[in-house]
């Protein structure tokens, strides 16, 4: 906790309920957020920069998972396949089309979230068991598309040593 709150009154609920309450809060979170996304991209090492990346990534797709099943109860087998849908975009877009990284970035959000709604609308009505079979439906039908041979021989083909490279900055 990086503040206290002695003597300070809540007059309303969305005073209560707010993540940061005091303004020192909010200031010292988005220095720290400031710092974090200027100077650790350029100061670590390739290597180290690479596997930051993918504890992000991990700590993205945990995040999601914990809200959807710590805050609404429901159980989602098939929470990777949307995930991957997005990462597919973002990597097809920086090595075919070489575009920087927040557009792939919002891309790749925009397609996961796409992909989530064509399964997720549908699904609305469902809960429980039959919610944990559709979504691991949807994570079946996305691994089956991206394993089929057009898209692993000619369509769909990335090369990682493009994408890995730092040759943009």
Same mark, same amino acid.
């Given at each position: 906790? %990086? ?6 009154l809540?007059?309303? @609920? *969305? ?5 940061y309450?005091?303004? !020192? ?6 220095v $720290?957020?400031? $710092?974090?996304?200027?100077l !650790? ?7 180290? $920069? ?5 504890v992000w990534?991990a ?7 914990? %809200?959807?099943?710590g805050?609404?109860? *429901?159980?989602? %087998?098939?929470?990777?396949?949307f995930?991957?849908v ?23 959000g ?8 064509v399964v997720? %609308? ?7 068991l039959y919610?944990? !079979?559709?979504?691991?439906a949807?994570q ?9 041979? @057009? ?6 083909s990335i090369?990682?040593?493009?994408? !890995? ?5």
């Open positions: 906790m %990086i503040h206290r709150e002695c003597g300070v809540k007059t309303t @609920y *969305q005073a209560d309920m707010a993540l309450p005091l303004p !020192i809060a909010r200031w010292t979170v988005a $720290l957020a400031v $710092l974090f996304f200027t !650790i991209p350029l100061t670590l090492h390739e290597y180290y $920069l690479s596997v930051a990346n993918l990534v700590v993205v797709g945990a995040l999601g998972l914990n %809200i959807l099943v805050y609404t109860g *429901q159980v989602s %087998i098939g929470h990777g396949a995930m991957s997005g990462a597919y975009t973002a990597a097809n877009l920086a090595t075919r089309l070489g575009s920087p990284w927040p557009v792939n970035l919002l891309a790749g925009l397609m996961a979230a796409l992909v989530g709604a997720g %609308i549908p699904s609305l009505r469902i809960k429980g919610l944990a !079979i559709s979504t691991f949807a079946y039908v996305s691994r089956a598309s991206g394993s089929c041979e @057009y898209c692993a021989h000619r369509a769909c090369n990682s040593r493009k994408f !890995i490279s730092r040759s943009d900055r």
